[in-house]
């Protein structure tokens, strides 16, 4: 099945944060703080899933405040950090939104994301992916990680189901 006709049965669609909404860099300060930098298209790109109905979470293997303040920034309540089971984490999110797993999509870049990504209907990897990865998403994406990929995944997702025109009509000229 093509990427675009498993893009229009997603109700659910998880991120991977380093690699993903990062370009995977991680910054440290000299007293230990934690920075990342975080792509202000994709940020959209997850509001305007949101917008749509679809509902965006966020499930990370590593724990960061920076991460917390960027999904409440973007008004993302569904952040899982410290998470080393995505697959589970994505069955409880399946269980209490009565959702079936062709129905989830989730958007990973390293092999710990090849069950969860497995397990979803649809799957996208950012360009700069592990090989791995890259030859088991339904979608690779042009843009690398922290680049512009999960803007590239929301429009594509939004595209299939006939939602982008919908959800872009606010900024378009009357």
């Known amino acids: ?10 109700r659910l669609m ?3 944060v380093d690699g993903v909404m990062t370009d995977g860099a991680i910054y440290y300060t000299d007293e230990g703080t ?7 298209l994709d940020g959209a790109g997850l509001k305007m899933l949101e917008k749509a109905g679809i509902t965006v979470a966020i499930i990370t ?3 960061a405040p920076c991460v917390e303040l960027r999904a409440r920034n973007l008004g993302i309540s569904r952040l899982f950090q410290g998470v080393h089971d995505k697959a589970a984490c994505v069955n409880t999110l399946l269980a209490e939104l009565g959702l079936s797993a062709d129905e989830a999509g989730y958007m990973g870049d390293d092999v710990m994301d090849l069950a969860v990504m497995g397990l979803c209907g649809f799957s996208a990897a950012p360009a700069n992916a592990h090989d791995s990865v890259l030859q088991r998403a339904a979608l690779v994406t042009r843009k690398h990680g922290g680049h512009g990929a999960v803007r590239e995944v ?20 009357q």
Do not use: H, Y
Not at 1 to 10: C, I, Q
Not at 154 to 173: H, N, R
């Open 14 to 16: 998880a991120f991977d």
């Open 1 to 10: 099945m093509d990427a675009g006709t498993l893009a229009r049965k997603v």
């Open 154 to 173: 929301c429009d594509f997702i939004l595209s299939a189901q006939g939602k982008l025109e919908e959800v872009i009509a606010p900024w378009l000229p």
């Open 34 to 40: 934690e920075l990342k930098a975080f792509n202000a």
């Open 61 to 63: 293997g590593r724990k």
